[in-house]
């Protein structure tokens, strides 16, 4: 169950011994979750930090009315906020499942456990802080400096399995385009 999690800390240098995979194991719960469940509402507490094995979610936020995709996750990533979840703070944003989803979950009371007895628990957290920043920092800068047909580029590279999974309406909505412009740059992309 744990499989894709430890390997998830291992490329990143943190490597658990058995006993704190045991312990982990003990407080995570796998979940099959139907597409659009909504795992973190906006305006509401956050309740649980959630690691994708399979699907993917789109963090948005509602703004006057407008839907607002913030964000497109694969699996093999965290998603939620360890911090919001410990602290019970209120999400400025939602996540949805655009797929039907094999997640494992944990709750407050298991990331406190976690800190309390994994002496490594605070360089995961630092693990998921620092993707987390990078992650904002590399949205910050791909809306001010890459241009929409830029931005597709990336995407086509670095998230292929989206383009072919999702609705353009959700990636249209992530690259903050209009549809048609979408399906412009897709007909540039492809040489027609």
Partial sequence: MLKKVCRFFHDRNI??????????RSLTHRKILPKHSILMHQGKPVR???????????????HNDVDYTLGLVSE????????????????SCALEALTELDVLEWDREALLAFKQRIAKAHLMEMVLLDRLLMWLQDAQIDAICHTAEERYQKL?????EL?????????ASYLNIHQDSLSRIRKAASGK
């Fill in 76 to 91: 093999n990533e965290f998603v939620s906020t360890s911090l919001y979840v410990q602290y019970g703070k209120p999400s």
């Fill in 48 to 62: 649980h930090l959630y690691f994708l094995n399979s699907g993917i979610v789109r963090l948005f936020r509602i």
């Fill in 15 to 24: 490597i658990l011994s058995a006993a704190d995979r045991d312990f982990v």
């Fill in 156 to 160: 086509m590279k670095e998230q292929p």
């Fill in 163 to 171: 383009i072919a999974r999702l609705p353009l309406k959700y990636i």
